[in-house]
């Protein structure tokens, strides 16, 4: 007799599905163009020279670009003071041909990062960091149209976990990490889907007994293979947003999320691999949002993603 087969987790594919936003935006940005309207403009601004900060920049600048959009690039030095920076974002609130700004973080030590933030026009807020864009979403009602910035990886998990379930309504929801880039986020825009969210975080007890509950659960404590195989409800919907580089035994690294991947693979329906889950989605998202600027500064109504 063959063995009783066990389930196994249908891997959610980020890159593929970031891919197809990817074009929808080329094709909006095409749809804007067509109207008269001037291409959507992102401008990064990177402070120092951090190598995976300028990797991340360069990057988003180059998908933009490719997307059809205009991509504005500038990098400042070290030791620049915040008043200058300051005057930079004061310039590009200012200039009609740039939609969204993204101040690439984390920013030097003698840099406010709230004060640089909330400096940022909240209509170019791509990144949706800005604290009036934070509160929109901390008010949203259920079901509203996202009409404002919203972050970009809780925006990505929201899309995916979307399109691997269709309506989340009645759904316990748990999330597991409480920071206002990624967890918080997460569980507004959840509760907006009508999911019942439940958020968790180094100080919560009996973290497993709470996540057997979960139909939903999203993983973003930044401890690599934290979310075990038996804290998983059998048929569970599995978002690791972790990316964590571990040693390995040849002396190199790997990428490893929050959730213990094969243990996890086994009992979830859904699960997303690292890399190539989440990850691709952030910059997705990103271009995304910038449309999304471009259509309001032109007049349009924004997009459904
Ligand atoms: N640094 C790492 N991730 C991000 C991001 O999503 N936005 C910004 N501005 N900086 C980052």
């Keep these: 007799m063959a063995d009783a ?38 401008a990064t601004v990177l ?29 400042l030095g070290p030791e620049t003071a915040e008043a200058e920076l300051l005057a930079l974002i004061a310039t590009l609130n200012a200039d009609p041909a740039i939609n969204g700004i993204l101040v690439q973080l984390p920013l030097p030590k003698h840099i406010d990062t709230a004060c640089v933030l909330l400096a940022i026009d909240p209509a170019k807020d791509v990144d949706g960091f800005h604290p009036i864009n934070v509160g929109r979403l901390g008010s949203i009602a259920a079901g509203a149209p996202l009409d ?92 690791d947003v972790g990316i964590n580089r571990i040693p390995t035994a040849d002396g190199k690294t790997r990428l490893v999320g929050d959730a213990a991947f094969a243990e996890i693979l086994p009992v979830a329906g859904h699960l997303t691999p690292v890399p190539g889950g989440v990850g691709p989605m952030t910059v997705a998202c990103l271009m995304f949002n910038t449309l999304q600027a471009a259509r309001c500064a032109a007049g349009l109504a924004v997009s459904a993603a």
């Design 47 to 75: 402070v120092g020279a951090d190598p995976a900060s300028q990797v991340y920049v360069r990057s988003k600048g180059k998908l933009a670009a490719e997307l059809g959009m205009a991509s504005f690039d500038h990098r």
């Design 148 to 239: 404002f910035p919203v972050p970009c990886t809780p925006l990505g998990v929201s899309m995916l976990l979307q399109d691997a379930l269709g309506s989340m309504a009645g759904l316990n929801a748990i999330v597991i990490g409480r920071s206002t880039l990624v967890g918080r986020p997460v569980a507004q825009l959840l509760l907006r889907l009508d999911c019942t969210v439940t958020i968790t975080h180094s100080r919560t007890r009996d973290l497993a007994s709470l996540c057997r509950q979960a139909d939903i659960v999203v993983a973003a404590i930044g401890k690599p293979a934290f979310v075990r195989g038996d804290w998983i409800k059998p048929g569970a919907a599995v978002i």
């Design 5 to 42: 087969k066990l389930p196994t987790a249908k891997l959610i594919d980020g890159k593929a599905f970031a891919a197809g936003l990817q074009q929808r935006v080329a094709a909006g940005v095409r749809e804007l163009v067509a109207t008269g309207a001037p291409k959507p403009g992102l």
